[in-house]
């Protein structure tokens, strides 16, 4: 079974910047668009941006475009997402999701699924 695992969250201050990754553990992993989504108390999740499986496209969520930045690709096994200049509306609890195919922006596109990790921006 594939797992994604998600790290790099923690406590700043608004316009500060934090970086997050996704580590894959698979014998092969290509062919995969990965994504990151977020969910806060009581709201549904959201997509935040996603990246083909080669790196070469990428797509954002308008809150975050400009801000927010996807690098890496399924074949490296490895995604990461840099957040700069955040605030305190970006405190959530951060998903790293990945799928065999095109990035999509939905949800129920992506069947592997990270535990999530939690970022929190103070005013």
């Known amino acids: 079974q594939v797992q994604l695992v998600e790290s790099g969250g923690g406590l700043v201050h608004s316009g500060g910047s934090l970086r997050l990754s996704c580590a894959a553990s698979?014998?092969?992993?290509?062919?995969?668009?990965m994504a990151w989504f977020r969910q806060a108390p009581g709201q549904e999740r959201e997509f935040v941006g996603a990246v083909s499986w080669n790196g070469a496209t990428t797509d954002y969520a308008d809150s975050v475009k400009d801000r927010f930045t996807i690098s890496g690709d399924s074949r490296q096994k490895m995604m990461y997402l840099q957040m700069n200049h955040l605030k305190p509306e970006d405190t959530a609890l951060y998903y790293c999701?990945?799928?065999?195919?095109?990035?999509?922006?939905?949800?129920?596109?992506?069947?592997?699924w990270g535990q999530g990790t939690q970022v929190t921006v103070s005013s």
């Open positions: 999701a990945a799928r065999r195919g095109p990035r999509s922006n939905l949800r129920a596109d992506y069947d592997l």
């Open positions: 698979a014998r092969t992993f290509n062919y995969y668009a």
